[in-house]
């Protein structure tokens, strides 16, 4: 026997994605119930994201979500590209007509939405297991899962598969009814996330022969760095001392000597992937984030991509239950997609122009980097290729 609850939108997933979208819906008054196969300091504990573009600013404003992240986010008008042993800013506000980014963890956005959602008694089920979706080609599909031992049976009129990318729900789509576009890159980043003084006000990009590197930070004392690293490698091949001495190697003489070095706190390596799954719809079951599409972390977009899904998701279902339209609904799909491709194409333009490829690959070896450099030196000299990227960095609009 398993105990059933009623609810109008299933969310499967408290990634950003789903925590997002539940807040959007009960902004609006629409009844949501969010099922999580983890636990929340699990969900809190994966470091990832740092770059919100303003569009997701103003959509986490909209969920009542912006106070700590006006407080404490960092705005940056610009970054640094670093290469032939020198670094050229990239001026976003001045390129954009006023446009920036802020440097804010994706964990604090977590922490907000769940301290928000705990704070208006909304209900989120973590720790569950067996999540399955059934029945999402009829008006009526429902989610299982067993909690704390007990079997539940979620009935709602839609479900939103905000479940990442191993999820069940774009597993549960016939494989028939979806297109999958995929590449997977040869090399992954490794990661490492330190209390210390980042070593320059701006993120730097940095193309070396070595391979790429990237300073980010999460605040004044926190930073975050990434060396371009084996898929082979693992983490405990990569002492504190080695890393530090890898991304010293990868970036310019003065950023070199600013570096400041210290324990690692968190230490991981990510493989780097450009998938997308079409369409992003089945009936009432709806694709939003990781669940459909992944890009490589170069440009910054994954976390700003589910946040566009979820700004049309949101729309969408509450234009139906306030306006009885389907309008948003059926156009869900192509409107994601028009802009998850675009920012899959930047992700994977900025990935191929960053990284050392191997000597197999087609534009790889030393010609490889010697076009890399050709392209940088271009870019940082022509305001025009200069205006594409920062338009792209920044974020299409939404
Ligand atoms: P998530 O965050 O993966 O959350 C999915 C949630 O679903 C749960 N889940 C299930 N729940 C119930 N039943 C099941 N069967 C389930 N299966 C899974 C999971 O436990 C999880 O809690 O997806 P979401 O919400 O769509 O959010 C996407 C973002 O997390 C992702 O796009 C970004 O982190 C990507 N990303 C970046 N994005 C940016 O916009 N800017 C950045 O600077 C940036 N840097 C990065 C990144 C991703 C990285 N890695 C590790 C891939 C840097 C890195 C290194
Ligand atoms: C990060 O701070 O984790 C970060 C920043 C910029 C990126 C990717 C990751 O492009």
Redesign the pocket.
């Known amino acids: 026997m398993s105990t059933t609850i009623r609810t109008q939108v299933a969310i499967?997933?408290?990634?950003?994605?789903?925590l997002l979208l539940g807040a959007l819906l009960a902004q609006a008054g629409v009844d949501a119930v969010i099922?999580?196969?983890?636990s929340p300091d699990?969900?809190l504990s994966?470091i990832?994201?740092?770059?919100?573009e303003q569009g997701t600013v103003e959509l986490l404003e909209r969920a009542g979500v912006g106070q700590r992240l006006h407080r404490e986010g960092l705005p940056h008008e610009g970054f640094e590209l670093c290469f032939g042993g020198q670094r050229h800013r990239i001026d976003l506000q001045g390129l954009t007509g006023g446009k920036r980014v802020v440097v804010y963890g994706?964990t604090e956005v977590t922490r907000d939405l769940m301290d928000e959602r705990r704070k208006r008694g909304l209900v989120t089920h973590y720790g569950?297991e067996d999540?399955a979706v059934h029945d999402f080609d009829s008006a009526h599909p429902r989610v299982t899962?067993d909690h704390e031992g007990a079997a539940f049976e979620l009935r709602a009129d839609f479900i939103a598969g905000?479940?990442?990318?191993?999820?069940?729900c774009r597993a549960s789509v016939p494989a028939k009814a979806l297109t999958l576009h995929e590449r997977v890159y040869p090399f992954g980043?490794l990661?490492v996330l330190s209390r210390t003084p980042p070593v320059a006000e701006e993120l730097i990009y940095s193309n070396h022969e070595r391979g790429f590197a990237l300073c980010?930070m999460r605040s004044h004392s926190l930073s975050r760095y990434?060396v371009q690293c084996s898929l082979s490698d693992c983490v405990d091949q990569w002492s504190d001392d080695r890393f530090w001495d890898e991304l010293r190697a990868r970036l310019d003489p003065a950023a070199a000597a600013q570096l400041v070095t210290g324990p690692s706190i968190e230490k991981?390596i990510?493989p780097l992937r450009s998938f997308v799954a079409e369409p992003m719809r089945f009936g009432s079951l709806f694709l939003?984030?990781?669940?459909a599409h992944?890009?490589p972390?170069t440009g910054?977009?994954?976390?700003?991509?589910?946040a566009s899904d979820v700004h049309y998701l949101s729309t969408a279902l509450i234009e139906h239950y306030r306006d009885h339209s389907s309008a948003g609904i059926d156009d869900y799909s192509a409107r994601c997609l028009a802009r998850v491709w675009k920012a899959s194409r930047f992700s994977w333009w900025f990935t191929s122009l960053m990284h050392r490829f191997e000597q197999t690959e087609l534009s790889g070896g030393p010609i490889g980097f010697k076009l890399q450099q050709a392209e940088l030196e271009y870019l940082v000299q022509s305001p025009a290729a200069m205006t594409t990227m920062a338009e792209n960095y920044v974020g299409l609009p939404f």
């Open positions: 499967v997933g408290a990634g950003p994605s789903g099922i999580e196969q983890r699990y969900v994966r990832r994201a740092g770059v919100l994706q569950c999540v899962f905000c479940d990442g990318f191993h999820g069940v980043w990661g980010s990434y991981s990510a939003a984030g990781d669940a992944i890009v972390p910054a977009k994954g976390l700003n991509l589910a």
